[in-house]
């Protein structure tokens, strides 16, 4: 098989460390400002301090959770950093439950991961409260167990690294 038509998802590991195989069946496009978010593609911190704009194209009766991670930047112990979960999401809409973090790599090249699963029913509004979700040891296998969030149906990834202070 020739390197070109293997999944980048695989190559970087996010299915496998992250997330299990999966058919993707909805388009999501992610935008920070007009960059399009496309798997490996580098963004600027600076360029993600605000959240991203996310268009779905799922139906209007079907919901919707996006959750991004930073799974560190080599290690998979070290888990999961949550920078983002919306929840309730009805094809094509965005309300952000966990406040987005940015991303902010301390060292080295960081994958920022945005996962959409489609929901297998109504999510609970408690995830709010932050015994419920903690930003530091997430883990997005879990997270979807736990929910019951059905079929993951979208992931795109990006890097990020520590921007030169000029």
Same mark, same amino acid.
């Given at each position: 098989m020739a390197a070109s038509s293997i999944n980048p998802l695989i190559m970087c590991k996010?299915?496998?460390?992250?997330?299990? /195989?999966?058919?993707?069946? !909805?388009?999501?496009?992610?935008?920070?400002? !007009?960059?399009?978010?496309?798997? +490996?593609?580098?963004?600027? *911190?600076?360029?993600?301090?605000?959240? /991203? !704009?996310?268009?779905?194209? +799922?139906?209007?009766?079907?919901?919707?959770?996006?959750?991004? !991670?930073? /799974?560190?930047?080599?290690?998979?112990?070290?888990?999961?950093?949550?920078?983002?979960?919306?929840?309730?999401?009805?094809?094509?809409?965005?309300?952000?439950?966990?406040?987005?973090?940015? *991303?902010? /790599?301390a060292v080295g090249i960081h994958r920022y991961i945005l996962i959409l699963f489609r929901q297998s029913k109504y999510v609970d509004q408690t995830i709010k409260k932050p015994n419920i979700i903690t930003r530091a040891n997430f883990n997005t296998r879990a997270f979807s167990h736990h929910l019951c969030l059905g079929v993951l149906v979208a992931t795109v990834y990006f890097n990020a690294q520590k921007e030169p202070i000029n």
């Open positions: 996010i299915i496998g460390d992250v997330v299990d /195989p999966f058919v993707p069946t !909805t388009a999501m496009n992610v935008y920070y400002a !007009t960059k399009h978010v496309t798997n +490996g593609c580098s963004i600027k *911190p600076s360029m993600a301090f605000n959240p /991203p !704009t996310v268009s779905i194209s +799922g139906l209007p009766n079907e919901l919707y959770t996006l959750v991004m !991670t930073d /799974p560190g930047p080599s290690e998979p112990s070290m888990r999961e950093w949550v920078h983002w979960i919306v929840v309730n999401i009805p094809g094509g809409t965005n309300s952000g439950q966990v406040p987005y973090m940015e *991303p902010c /790599p």
